[in-house]
């Protein structure tokens, strides 16, 4: 029998298994900032880092600009 991994209840921790679970719930809330920033810490704690950089990315280059501009920082 070969192994099933759905990238969830296989992960090995539970700061794995909660970056999943706020990136996904962060989506159902729209295009926020509070959702953005739920988003980043999520890709972070579950470890898909080229997946945050992939969403400031596509902020970046969306209409709407950055959350927050280099001269605020």
């Excluded at 729209?30 to 920033?37: C, E, P, V």
């Amino acid at each position: 029998m070969e192994p099933w991994y759905d990238d969830h209840f296989d992960l090995p921790t539970e700061k794995q298994r909660l970056g999943k679970t706020l990136t996904m719930v962060a989506r159902l809330e729209g295009d926020t900032l509070l959702s953005r920033g739920l988003q980043l810490v999520g890709w972070g704690f579950y470890e898909k880092f080229d997946e945050g950089l992939s969403l400031i990315k596509t902020w970046l280059e969306s209409e709407g600009g950055p959350a927050v501009t280099q001269s605020e920082v």
